[in-house]
Antibody
Framework: EVQLVQSGAEVKKPGDSLKISCEAS????????IGWVRQLPGKGLEWMGV????????RYSPSFRGQVTLSADKSVNTAYLQWSALKASDTAMYYC?????????????????WGQGTLVTVSS | DVQMSQSPPFLSASVGDRVTITCRAS??????LNWYQQKSGKAPNLLIH???NLESGVPSRFIGSGSGTDFILTINNLQPEDVGSYHC?????????FGGGTRVQIK
């Protein structure tokens, strides 16, 4: 069974750093990519970026480039999303999702399995 | 960048009704369009990919159609468990983008 299990909810202060995780199981990690999606409270979905494990390629949405960093550790089948200095406006639910395709060139960007979400709250 | 819009933002219908949700792209995206259902407090779930292909395990009352810039998600025989939000997403080019979502409620 394909599963994406995300780390637990976080409460942080503005300026704090944070790294959240998404552990995959039930499939061959490197055959798919992992995308990250933000959902602000009561709002729609926003694509943040995608990471490919075979060649370590990372693509960011222009809206999030420079604001977050995507990474992965293939040895533990885990993808990460991190911030170096959080802002109150980063308060949101963050989802990881498995995307079809193992490289940018053959990616179909169809997200067929999702993590349960990690709620990040940034407040002074 | 491809911009996506959805309508209506909210709809209320009775059990057994047929409902339609429209998604429009700012440029042609062929059939690179996916639909997700999101129930309250849960992660999105893939319903339809490539405009009209039903994902495994999804009830056949969900039907996707369209190509180019205009797409429709039809839910036939609306059921109480269909309550939630529905999001379209273009997979034509990066940056990927979603529509604003449509919230479906039962009357």
């Amino acid at each position: 069974e394909v599963q994406l299990v995300q780390s637990g909810a976080e409460v942080k202060k503005p300026g704090d750093s944070l790294k959240i995780s998404c552990e995959a199981s039930g499939y061959t990690f490197s055959d798919y990519c992992i995308g990250w999606v933000r959902q602000l409270p009561g709002k729609g979905l926003e694509w943040m970026g995608v990471i490919y494990f075979r060649d370590s390629d990372i693509r960011y949405s222009p809206s999030f480039r420079g604001q977050v960093t995507l990474s992965a550790d293939k040895s533990v089948n885990t993808a990460y999303l991190q911030w170096s200095a959080l802002k109150a406006s980063d308060t949101a639910m963050y989802y990881c999702a498995r995307g079809r395709g193992h490289s940018f060139g053959n990616s179909k960007w169809i997200f067929d399995h999702w993590g349960q979400g990690t709620l990040v709250t940034v407040s002074s | 960048d491809v911009q996506m819009s959805q309508s209506p933002p909210f709809l209320s219908a009775s059990v057994g009704d047929r409902v339609t949700i429209t998604c429009r792209a700012s440029q042609s995206i062929a059939t690179y369009l996916n639909w997700y259902q999101q129930k309250s407090g849960k992660a999105p779930n893939l319903l339809i990919h490539d405009a009209s292909n039903l994902e495994s395990g999804v009830p056949s009352r969900f039907i996707g159609s369209g190509s180019g810039t205009d797409f429709i998600l039809t839910i036939n025989n609306l059921q109480p468990e269909d309550v939630g939000s529905y999001h379209c997403q273009q997979s034509f080019s990066v940056p990927l983008s979603f529509g604003g979502g449509t919230r479906v409620q039962i009357k």
